[in-house]
């Protein structure tokens, strides 16, 4: 049996405490700084004498602060919510209503005021980190009980707050540490999205649980293309976790390979779809490395099904396969009834098992659509259309809800798009549907990042690539324009952001 997530990562404080945990923006943690800090911070939450389980808001950037936060309050018995500094002020707002939470720990001062909730400000936080207290682990979130809540976005633009329990992180963690990935037993990880995302669990609670050290990115190093290539070269990184999407960019760079950086011997992919041409270009520039496309719903707890994309799986595949499921979670393929549907074809994906969330806190009519009981487990509908082989093996089509129709015929956004980035004159793509004032799909609209070519007038542009596109597409998928971008606009956690494409195209 595993040993418990808090003690084990309180166990290094003990047997190597200047071992370095935390390593951000040139400042280094110890693991005995984690310890003491977040013992300190605990037995503070105690004497605040809050209702056990109830959550606490976490608010801040990416310092070393968040993580003692979130293991403070953890010890403390309470669950722990991630809000991004970078967050609008009215999406803290509707998350603090939503979850009503027992306290607010402000690593980052708050934008505003959140009535009916105690505040330990980022000042006070300093001082009680200060203090040197002997905390005895008595009352940490175990078993079922929920451990954080991550918010998403929600299509009605009302957050959801997700809750993965004890149990859900625990058999993640466990997966990730396992044969699936043989992953180096000295984990060096690179963490890049914000805490608010739940991909940043990837790397967070595998690297601590193993006394690894995580390598954090800021969004300010992200963001900007010299500070990032200035930056990575002095990371000892030997896991690099992250969207497709921001190795996409870092792709970019031109030493970015293997010569470069030869420690450098796993990628996990996880938050959006790997496409085929970004996996295809890392694997010539880190032919030694392991790359592996992960899926996973922040429903079920991070990821729940990995494949290694090796070079005869790039042979095999225009369209990457999404994995096989992970130990403790079942998958059926069902349609629009919730009837299982055979092998090979295509419906909704829905999960059952040992990851999968209990469901949204305070939220029981999004509850009832989302959760069912199948043999027993509360099951999760994801939204995603795959078909599953007779071996397991998922293969995915895009999102329920990108499907659009247009003349007629029923169109996913996603396998448009992933047709048009695999053109030889595109790097990247994102396809959109413009709407008429009847609310029905005029054409679709491609937005294109090209790559560099001698072909310098659009029109010519164009050209090319819808007559390579007729030989890949059906006529009526082909998009009707073209829009050139050099880039993509990327959401807070650094997937490509559709919906304000579509916003772009389609303004209110």
Not at 80 to 90: H, R, T
Not at 193 to 211: I, K
């Amino acid at each position: 049996m595993s040993r418990n997530l808090i003690e084990m990562i309180d166990s290094y404080a003990e047997s190597n405490g200047d071992r370095i945990s935390y390593n951000y923006n040139g400042r280094q943690n110890t693991y005995r700084e984690l310890k003491t800090d977040s013992d300190a911070l605990a037995e503070h939450i105690d004497a605040m004498a809050l209702k056990l389980n109830q959550p606490i808001i976490v608010f801040g950037e990416k310092s070393f602060e968040m993580i003692v936060a979130f293991l403070g309050a953890v010890k403390s018995g309470h669950p722990y919510i991630p809000v991004d500094v970078n967050s609008p002020s009215d999406r803290l707002k509707l998350i603090n209503e939503i979850a009503q939470p027992a306290a607010v720990i402000a690593v980052s001062p708050l934008p505003i005021t959140l009535p009916g909730v105690e505040v330990i400000t980022n000042e006070e936080l300093e001082r009680i980190c200060l203090e040197k207290v002997t905390y005895h682990n008595t009352h940490s979130v175990h078993g079922d009980q929920t451990f954080y809540i991550i918010f998403t976005s929600g299509t009605t633009g009302v957050p959801k707050g997700v809750e993965i329990s004890y149990n859900n992180l625990m058999s993640f963690v466990e997966w990730i540490k396992g044969s699936d990935f043989n992953l180096p037993a000295d984990l060096q990880m690179l963490q890049q999205p914000a805490y608010s995302f739940d991909l940043s669990v990837m790397s967070l609670y595998p690297t601590l649980y193993s006394g690894g050290t995580l390598h954090v990115l800021s969004k300010k190093t992200t963001d900007n293309f010299i500070v990032l290539f200035t930056t990575l070269p002095s990371l000892a990184v030997n896991v690099w976790v992250s969207t497709p999407s921001f190795v996409t960019i870092c792709l970019l760079e031109p030493t970015f390979d293997q010569a470069h950086y030869p420690q450098l011997t796993h990628f996990l992919f996880c938050g959006e779809e790997l496409t085929h041409k970004t996996a295809a270009t890392l694997k010539k520039r880190f032919p030694d490395a392991h790359i592996f496309n992960t899926y996973g719903p922040t429903e079920a707890t991070v990821a729940i099904s990995q494949i290694e994309i090796t070079n005869q799986v790039l042979d095999d595949f225009n369209r990457l396969p999404i994995g096989y499921l992970k130990a403790g979670v079942h998958g059926q393929v069902v349609d629009d009834q919730r009837n299982p549907l055979p092998s090979a074809q295509k419906g909704e994906l829905v999960v059952y098992g040992n990851s999968v969330s209990k469901g949204y806190i305070n939220n029981p009519e999004k509850n009832r659509q989302a959760f069912y009981q199948v043999k027993g487990h509360n099951a999760y509908r994801t939204g995603d259309i795959v078909a599953m082989r007779e071996d397991g093996l998922l293969e995915y089509f895009g999102r329920s809800d990108f499907q659009v129709k247009l003349n007629g015929f029923r169109i996913e956004l996603e396998d448009v798009a992933g047709l048009v980035s695999q053109e030889a004159h595109v790097k990247q793509a994102v396809v959109v549907p413009k709407y008429n004032a009847q609310h029905t799909v005029s054409m679709l609209i491609a937005y294109v990042v090209p790559q560099d070519e001698t072909i310098k007038n659009e029109l010519e542009l164009t050209a090319a690539i819808k007559k390579n596109l007729t030989q890949t597409m059906m006529a009526y998928m082909l998009p009707q324009k073209f829009v050139y971008r050099k880039s993509l606009p990327l959401s807070r956690n650094g997937k490509v952001d559709i919906r304000a494409v579509i916003n772009e195209v389609n303004p209110k």
